[in-house]
């Protein structure tokens, strides 16, 4: 084609058209003219250059985008979001163009070679701009598979564009300095010092992304806890040098990927993934409303469904193990008898295994737990059927709804600290 365009260019100012372009570019007449000749055809070039980028952009991205919409497979479509030809597209003109100056300046060396660097220099960097689009859609098509849901996928696309930069870079300034690239390759080795500060985040940051993907700590949707960031909420992005997190109030945390690593946080997936979410609260009970239980007490409460069968027994093998040791006497204080903390521990238990709410095949239990100047702790120790955060919440707000309620039907008192109104009733 270039000589083709040498030849048609030849027949204007030759009779006997020959092949040798030195013997056209060396006439008199030419050469007499030859800045003029130079602009003449620069400004040709420019001309069909331009037609040539917009029957590229216009003519060629048009049939493609056509065909990708019209295909059944994605692949085009992902190619077409993320731009990918139209980086591509970019390359054919800027190919023909290095035919174009071998003629426009083929009598001016110097500027030759200046504009074929110059024009090279755009190839390589548009060839690394389709490149990064590729592995742009390459990401988002790994991001589908559900093998590497969770994957930090972001991580390693943004690693690979970032090796795929350097190399395209030092091809740029080898292009540009006609240099070799390994002379800018050994000078990387004294500059090694300066990249590992620059790029210490960078580094660190692709460490912890492959330890976090190794041992699967972190996954885009994982619910996590990061105090020392003030993070609580879902993993939304992975990428090369953070994580960020969407708290529950909708603000966005950007966490370091290292952290993840070197701190320590509470990653809530294997919640997500049980049978339901644990319940641990307690209830503080005044210590010197704790009693042994008197026969009104334990009669009244036997009417109570879920205590009925347990009192009824309890009875029966109190009276026989006081029978047995020889402890009828009302004297004998180390006899067994019903106390009302027992006896609302019983019914906390009963009351929970009747709740369809809590999971019945996970640990559920109710203790007292170390008496502390806020009184007895009665806790609860269960998990909840639901994992979703408001239903949780109600759940346990009816729950500790009807213990408030009901604790005064076992002469207990909940422990309260005196507030200001019980200081002014004392000095009334």
Request: hydrophobic letters at 45%; aromatic letters at 12%.
């Amino acid at each position: 084609m270039k000589e083709l365009i040498l030849n048609w260019i030849k027949s204007f100012y030759l009779e006997d058209s020959k092949s040798s372009l030195e013997v056209l570019f060396q006439n008199d007449e030419f050469m007499s003219h030859k800045y003029f000749w130079m602009l003449g055809l620069l400004a040709a070039m420019a001309v069909v250059s331009i037609i040539i980028w917009w029957l590229t952009k216009e003519v060629l991205l048009g049939l493609i985008n056509a065909f990708a919409r019209k295909s059944k497979t994605k692949l085009d479509d992902i190619l077409v979001e993320n731009k990918f030809f139209n980086a591509i597209a970019h390359i054919i003109p800027l190919l023909l163009m290095d035919y174009f100056f071998s003629i426009v300046f083929f009598t001016f060396p110097d500027i030759l070679e200046f504009t074929h660097r110059i024009n090279d220099f755009l190839i390589v960097f548009a060839v690394l701009i389709g490149i990064r689009r590729l592995l742009n859609a390459v990401g988002d098509v790994l991001k589908e598979k559900p093998l590497l849901e969770g994957k930090p996928i972001g991580a390693y696309i943004q690693t690979a564009k970032l090796v795929v930069t350097i190399v395209f870079v030092i091809i740029m300034l080898s292009v540009i300095t006609n240099q070799s690239p390994t002379f800018f390759l050994t000078s990387l080795g004294a500059m090694t010092a300066i990249l590992l500060l620059v790029f210490k985040d960078t580094i660190l940051g692709f460490v912890g992304s492959i330890q976090l993907s190794a041992n699967d700590m972190v996954r885009v949707g994982d619910w996590v806890t990061m105090e020392r960031y003030g993070a609580d909420g879902d993993v939304i992005e992975i990428n090369l040098t953070t994580v960020k997190v969407q708290n529950f109030d909708k603000t966005i945390t950007t966490i370091p990927t290292y952290s993840f690593i070197s701190d320590s946080f509470k990653n809530w997936r294997g919640m997500a993934n049980s049978g339901g979410r644990r319940i641990k609260r307690s209830l503080n009970i005044k210590v010197d409303s704790i009693k042994f239980a008197p026969k009104e007490l334990t009669d009244r409460l036997s009417k109570v469904r879920l205590l009925s069968d347990f009192i009824e027994e309890q009875r029966k093998e109190i009276e026989k193990y006081n029978e047995e040791h020889g402890l009828k006497d009302e004297h004998q204080i180390h006899a067994r008898r019903e106390t009302n903390i027992g006896l609302f521990r019983r019914y906390i238990e009963y009351y929970l295994k009747n709740n369809d709410e809590l999971n019945q095949d996970m640990t559920l239990m109710v203790r007292q737990l170390q008496p502390t100047t806020e009184g007895l702790p009665i806790e609860i120790y269960c998990f909840s059927k639901t994992k979703v955060w408001a239903e949780y919440e109600v759940l346990i707000s009816d729950i500790f709804d009807h213990l408030f309620a009901v604790v005064k039907q076992f002469e207990l008192d909940v422990h309260q600290s005196p507030t200001g109104s019980d200081f002014v009733k004392l000095v009334k």
